[in-house]
């Protein structure tokens, strides 16, 4: 009988999923090419709307040490991937923000506009899509050296909630 609790969320009686608190939007993860891509339910609507959105946070990768490699062949591999973030920017989807933290790591985030409430296909499909556009820039990235951050005590690859 609806409205039931699902974990973090409210189902309604069309079956579509709303944060259980007002103030708590659920979260979760997956992993996706060795990354794990954390998503969260960023706000509800406005009152009268029916838009809301996901919330999207990945660490892309790292850039590789100058001690990679030996000293001459590290520095260069270094250079070409400082060469590839600083055109990432330019390449990316509007809304993406990809940002090169203080250890060398690069994190992109960004928001999806998400029917709200949504259903659960609806938020797999936006999923979904995501990772599929985020995969060419991923190959890039791997190419450039700027490999996934290793994961300790992580599910595998493609679980839920890593």
């Given at each position: 009988d609806a409205p039931f609790r699902l974990g973090p969320f409210i189902v309604d009686e069309a079956?579509?999923?709303s944060p259980g608190a007002p103030d708590s939007f659920p979260s979760f993860s997956v992993c996706w090419r060795?990354?794990?891509v954390h998503l969260r339910l960023a706000h509800a609507p406005?009152?009268?709307s029916a838009q809301g959105s996901l919330g999207v946070e990945v660490v892309l990768g790292r850039v590789p040490s100058t001690a990679d490699g030996g000293a001459a062949?590290?520095?260069a591999r270094r250079e070409d991937a400082f060469a590839v973030l600083r055109r990432l920017p330019s390449v990316v989807p509007a809304g993406w923000e990809?940002?090169?933290l203080a250890d060398h790591r690069v994190r992109l985030?960004?928001?999806i506009g998400l029917e709200a409430p949504t259903r659960a296909t609806a938020?797999?499909?936006?999923?979904t899509l995501l990772l599929l556009e985020l995969a060419p820039y991923l190959d890039v990235l791997d190419e450039a050296g700027i490999a996934a951050v290793p994961r300790s005590g992580a599910a595998g690859a493609?679980?839920?909630n890593a």
């Open positions: 079956g579509r999923l060795d990354r794990v406005a009152p009268g062949s590290g520095a990809v940002a090169l985030a960004l928001e938020l797999v499909t936006e999923v493609g679980m839920a």
